[in-house]
Antibody
Framework: QVQLQESGPGLVKPSQTLSLTCTVSGGSINSGSYYWNWIRQPAGKGLEWIGRFYSIGSTSYNPSLESRATISVDTSKNHFSLTLSSVTAADTAVYYC????????????WGQGTLVTVSS | IQMTQSPSSLSASVGDRVTITCRASQNIVNYLNWYQQKPGKAPKLLILGASSLHDGRFSGSGSGTDFALTISSLQPDDFATYYCHQSLSMPHTFGLGTKLDIK
């Protein structure tokens, strides 16, 4: 069974860059037709899809964040990462990584989530 | 694509049958998934493709712009927040959620 685990700093200062990593176990990040996603959720609010990486090397982003978000992958470590630049308090949220199955139409496995607070 | 869920909150009793609806701002065919989220936990996939079961105690229906999630005979473990999610087009978008609590 695939498992995902987010890691990274829990506190980031305004205007700095947020960096998170999602480590995948129980399967190779480079195998199959899977998509690897980042999704976030501000406290008490709904879910926002940030972007995704496809195992053949393509990425897609939410236009609302595209200018600030970058998703990269390290197949040797079986993990993928999110960087979000020029953060503000509005970027404070729980950040989840999640896998999409074949076709990328659903999020079938999720990490537990990690809270990132943007504050000075 | 905007996803509108209703109601935003719902109180029900163990054993009740409940239905939550989700409307898309344009035709999404059947590219609609449902998730359950409990406090402090990640969402869990319940239904994919509008009606394909991922978890046997829940059923989904609908196509085009109007969809529904039905929980038959509520169990204590079902009290949570439910989200719909469209995956027809980018960016993927979610409804704002329906919080189901105990009456």
């Amino acid at each position: 069974q695939v498992q995902l685990q987010e890691s990274g700093p829990g506190l980031v200062k305004p205007s700095q860059t947020l960096s998170l990593t999602c480590t995948v176990s129980g399967g190779s990040i480079n195998s199959g037709s899977y998509y690897w996603n980042w999704i976030r959720q501000p406290a008490g609010k709904g879910l926002e899809w940030i972007g995704r990486f496809y195992s053949i090397g393509s990425t897609s982003y939410n236009p609302s964040l595209e200018s600030r978000a970058t998703i990269s992958v390290d197949t040797s470590k079986n993990h993928f990462s999110l960087t979000l630049s020029s953060v503000t308090a509005a970027d404070t949220a729980v950040y989840y990584c999640a896998r999409s199955g074949d076709g990328g139409y659903d999020f079938d496995f999720w990490g537990q989530g990690t809270l990132v607070t943007v504050s000075s | 694509i905007q996803m509108t869920q209703s109601p935003s909150s719902l109180s029900a009793s163990v054993g009740d049958r409940v239905t939550i609806t989700c409307r898309a701002s344009q035709n999404i065919v059947n590219y609609l998934n449902w998730y359950q989220q409990k406090p402090g936990k990640a969402p869990k996939l319940l239904i994919l493709g509008a009606s394909s079961l991922h978890d046997g105690r829940f059923s989904g229906s609908g196509s085009g712009t109007d969809f529904a999630l039905t929980i038959s005979s509520l169990q204590p473990d079902d009290f949570a927040t439910y989200y719909c999610h469209q995956s027809l087009s980018m960016p993927h978008t979610f409804g704002l959620g329906t919080k189901l609590d105990i009456k």
